[in-house]
């Protein structure tokens, strides 16, 4: 018999999760990214009374091999994995997510529009204008990575432990993603709050207009992140972030 060694897990990228009341949230990290960019705030959301799931996707925290044998199917597999974990334990749930994460949130959203209270998301990602996405079909076969995204932060010294290469058969899953969960956001009916940084180097903010203008909630909130990149959430405007959110969360859940 063969013994399948698990793969080492970078310090700080494990999944995480918190007890608390009936409300939960579920907190998604980005692509190529890990549990690191989401721990504080998934702290802090914690420490005000809410149940939280935290998951490491597929690929995630490890290497960036490993996330090259994955698919969006498998990050969305775990996404709903962990959203019933919290179901199991608390009456209404919350989809939060970075980048993406907020991708995962959306799609949960459209294809379970009855079980998400609302969205909070942090520069999601349903399109890109990057002219290397019209050979990713081709490039997938022959070109195995290409340099890293990670650590678009602002903040010197914050460090989200991002891998250096990213896998291009992974990213192209990626692509056909967000181009599947754009054609569904007028599906998308929760209350939603979505918070862009004014300078992304990874993602277009147009993205966070195309989510404003798709959907089909009438609740909509727009904050404008003046101080931060891309990840936003280990950023000078974490903090911004953590109390709009926990706003908008009360006055969605709150009777």
Do not use: C
Request: hydrophobic share 40%; charged share 20%; glycine share 8%.
């Amino acid at each position: 018999m063969t013994n399948v060694t698990e793969p080492e897990i970078i310090p700080g990228a494990e999944a995480w999760s918190s007890a608390g009341g009936d409300v939960g949230v579920l907190v998604l990290h980005g692509y190529t990214g890990n549990p690191v960019s989401m721990r504080p705030l998934a702290e802090k959301l914690a420490a005000e009374g809410y149940a939280i799931e935290l998951p490491r996707l597929p690929g995630a925290g490890t290497t960036w091999q490993d996330l090259a044998r994955t698919t969006w199917r498998d990050w969305a597999r775990e996404g709903i994995a962990a959203f019933e974990r919290l179901r199991a334990r608390t009456g209404t749930q919350v989809l939060l997510g970075l980048s993406a994460g907020a991708t995962l949130a959306l799609h949960l959203a459209e294809t379970r529009p009855d079980d998400a209270a609302g969205l909070v998301l942090v520069n999601p990602s349903v399109m890109t204008r990057d002219p290397r996405v019209k050979l990713m079909p081709i490039l997938k076969y022959v070109l195995p990575s290409v340099p890293g995204l990670g650590n678009d932060i602002a903040k010197p010294g914050a460090d989200e432990k991002p891998y250096s290469r990213n896998p291009v058969r992974a990213a192209a899953s990626l692509i056909e993603f967000m181009r599947l969960v754009r054609q569904h956001l007028g599906e998308v009916t929760a209350p939603t709050l979505v918070l862009t940084s004014r300078q992304d180097h990874v993602v277009e903010t147009e993205n966070s207009a195309i989510v404003l203008e798709s959907i089909a909630s009438e609740d909509t909130e727009q904050v404008w992140l003046e101080r931060s990149y891309h990840v936003a959430t280990l950023d000078y405007d974490a903090e911004v972030i953590a109390q709009r959110a926990v706003a908008f969360i009360r006055r969605i859940t709150e009777t």
